[in-house]
């Protein structure tokens, strides 16, 4: 072929591939299978990640495979399994996240255009995996989506890192956007609020109070500059405020400590039995930092922080869903994706 029929045939090649957006849906993670093994794969690459155990020296090498990937997989898959989707044999972090790609997908049909995939940080579907996807269907460009509302380097950073990972091996890369975290977004404390007194209304009795529960991180993390625990106060006041509560009726609590360190504090689990042996009898808990229920939220909350309630005296304990894809909390995701696809759409 001669260099100009090269050029032409190439020019040619462009114009009939389709240019699409993709936009991915990212969440953390979980086990493949609620079997020790599933748990001991997905725990290898959570813990072995640096954004999450910073310091990944010797010591923790030692402990790691020594103790932890030895001992926490069966404890751990005993849990999972009593939360388990067993219909679609999955963990409900996936089953809620592949929801809310298609609720998605289906509420901005219109951009006929626009490509909506999911994928998982740790385990599958891999990041990798759906930018590969995506980019076969003709996307150049790509609209990233960590569900976390609140940043942080444990997960936020870590979703990105990986994406950069994945395009820094890629010749034709897709032009890249990534939505910022959306602790103080009016959209998303509606949602809650909304979700928040629904629950409260169905329900035969009313608790005392509400307790926010949000995922822990060591307290040193925050002490080298992690905006997350900030994220966390401002997500819990801007509530407080559209819901007319002091800081008596709906309280900040760190829930999931692990490992020796101190955490974000106050514990949640420290503060059930507090809160149950001062006297508290009812008590309802909301998790808003997850965007999907999950081993965190149905087990440890629903399940273990409920338990350390009642044993305490406490009587009535009710566990309020994270939005999942339930209509408001779709709506906070297509109203964060449409804003951040303004010019590409
Ligand atoms: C060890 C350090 C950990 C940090 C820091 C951390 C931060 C963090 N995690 C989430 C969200 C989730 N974490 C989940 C499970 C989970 N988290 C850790 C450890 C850290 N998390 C572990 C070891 C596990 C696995 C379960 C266990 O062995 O205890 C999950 C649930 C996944 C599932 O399969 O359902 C979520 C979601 C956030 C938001 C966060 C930020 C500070
Ligand atoms: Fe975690
Ligand atoms: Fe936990």
Same mark, same amino acid.
């Given at each position: 072929?001669?260099a ?10 462009a114009?009939?591939r ?8 990212? !969440? ?10 599933? &748990? ?8 072995s990640?640096?954004r999450?155990i ?7 090498k030692l402990?790691? @495979?020594?103790? *932890?990937?030895?001992? #926490? ?7 999972y399994?009593?939360?388990? !989707?067993?219909? @679609?044999n999955?963990?409900p972090l996936?089953?809620v ?10 509420? *901005?049909?219109d951009?006929d255009?626009v =490509?909506?995939?999911?994928?998982? #940080?740790?385990? !599958?579907?891999?990041?990798a995996s759906?930018?590969?996807?995506l ?8 609209l990233? &989506?960590?569900?976390y ?9 870590? &979703?990105?890192?990986?994406v950069? #990972?994945?395009?820094?091996s890629?010749?034709?890369q897709?032009t ?16 809650l609020?909304?979700s ?6 169905s ?9 926010a529960?949000?995922?822990?991180m060591p307290?040193?993390? =925050?002490d080298?500059?992690d905006?997350y625990? =900030?994220?966390?106060?401002a997500?819990t006041d801007?509530?407080?405020k ?13 829930q ?5 360190d101190?955490w ?6 420290k ?6 042996k001062?006297?508290?009898r009812?008590?309802a808990?909301v ?5 999907a ?7 440890e909350?629903?399940?273990? @922080?409920?338990?350390?309630?009642k044993? !305490?005296g406490g009587?009535?304990f009710?566990?309020i ?10 709506? =906070?995701? #297509?109203?964060?994706?449409?804003r951040?696809?303004?010019?590409w759409?």
């Amino acid at each position: 072929m001669t260099a100009v029929a090269s050029i032409e045939s190439a020019k040619a090649a462009a114009e009939t591939r389709p240019q699409r957006v993709g936009v991915l849906l990212v !969440n953390l993670g979980t086990p493949d299978t609620a079997d020790a093994r599933g &748990v001991r794969v997905y725990l290898k690459e959570f813990l072995s990640d640096v954004r999450v155990i910073e310091d990944q020296g010797l010591l923790w090498k030692l402990i790691l @495979n020594g103790i *932890i990937l030895r001992v #926490r997989p069966a404890r751990k898959a005993r849990d999972y399994l009593k939360i388990w !989707n067993t219909e @679609n044999n999955e963990s409900p972090l996936k089953t809620v996240t592949r929801a809310q790609s298609d609720k998605l997908a289906a509420a *901005i049909a219109d951009h006929d255009h626009v =490509v909506v995939d999911w994928a998982m #940080r740790y385990g !599958n579907p891999s990041i990798a995996s759906r930018i590969e996807a995506l980019t076969a269907q003709g996307c150049d460009r790509l609209l990233v &989506v960590p569900l976390y509302p609140q940043y942080s380097a444990a997960t936020t950073a870590t &979703v990105c890192d990986e994406v950069f #990972r994945v395009l820094a091996s890629m010749r034709a890369q897709p032009t890249l956007r990534i939505t910022p975290p959306y602790y103080d977004d009016p959209d998303y404390i509606e949602a809650l609020a909304v979700s928040i007194s629904a629950h409260l209304a169905s329900l035969p009795f009313q608790p005392e109070l509400i307790v926010a529960s949000f995922h822990g991180m060591p307290q040193k993390y =925050v002490d080298k500059g992690d905006p997350y625990q =900030v994220q966390c106060i401002a997500t819990t006041d801007a509530l407080r405020k559209r819901m007319g509560l002091d800081a008596g009726k709906l309280m900040l609590t760190f829930q999931s400590r692990f490992g020796f360190d101190e955490w974000l504090q106050p514990y949640t689990d420290k503060t059930m039995e507090k809160l149950a042996k001062e006297g508290v009898r009812r008590i309802a808990v909301v998790t808003p930092g997850f965007s999907a229920d999950c081993l965190e939220t149905l087990e440890e909350i629903a399940q273990e @922080n409920a338990e350390i309630f009642k044993h !305490n005296g406490g009587e009535q304990f009710t566990f309020i869903p994270c939005l999942n894809d339930s209509d408001p909390g779709m709506d =906070v995701i #297509r109203q964060l994706v449409l804003r951040e696809l303004q010019g590409w759409i």
